[in-house]
């Protein structure tokens, strides 16, 4: 049963630096970990000049490039609109957890990212699904917290907080 959370969190709040270590904290409690990030611009994985890049700009819908390695599938909304979270959640291969980074309006349980230097604005109770803090200071809510630095402490947060996919309520995304 695959489970998700997600990590939200204004820009320059430390969520990919905290990913980045969490991983391997879950990864290393046996866990098969994927993760989702949304990206508020326009993003490109290829590289000008290579075949596969060719491809997509000849007009390919999708381009799939494949190696001993790794695979990876490219595919060009052109004027299709944006997936929203639970059709692309829907395309992934199975695993114990899913983690997301972005989407934060979504319906997913989400662990609040906060570093005070960052100077922004608390999250909640203005964005739905927050169940936890990661935190350099206390939140000014009641709820579950870890300090940013405790990665142990934050990986029992999304193993005590992820949810199983089946049982979310999604919503429509108002705002990524």
Not at 155 to 171: E, G, K, R
């Amino acid at each position: 049963m695959t489970r998700i959370i997600g990590l939200a969190g204004w820009s320059g709040a430390g969520k990919t630096t905290l990913m980045v270590k969490l991983l391997p904290s879950l990864i290393g409690r046996g866990l098969a970990v994927s993760t989702l990030k949304h990206a508020h611009h326009r993003f490109d994985v290829d590289v000008p000049g290579k075949d596969s890049y060719e491809h997509r700009r000849a007009g390919a819908q999708q381009v799939m490039v494949a190696s001993g390695a790794r695979w990876a599938l490219m595919t060009e909304l052109r004027t299709a609109r944006e997936p929203t979270l639970p059709e692309l959640v829907a395309r992934m291969d199975p695993a114990d957890l899913i983690i997301v980074e972005g989407f934060k309006r979504d319906a997913h349980p989400k662990i609040e990212v906060h570093r005070a230097a960052n100077a922004k604005p608390w999250m909640r109770p203005d964005m739905p699904g927050i169940v936890a803090v990661a935190s350099d200071v206390a939140a000014p809510y009641d709820l579950p917290r870890a300090h940013l630095d405790d990665i142990e402490a934050i990986a029992a947060l999304v193993m005590a907080h992820a949810q199983p996919l089946d049982s979310i309520a999604w919503t429509q995304r108002q705002e990524a």
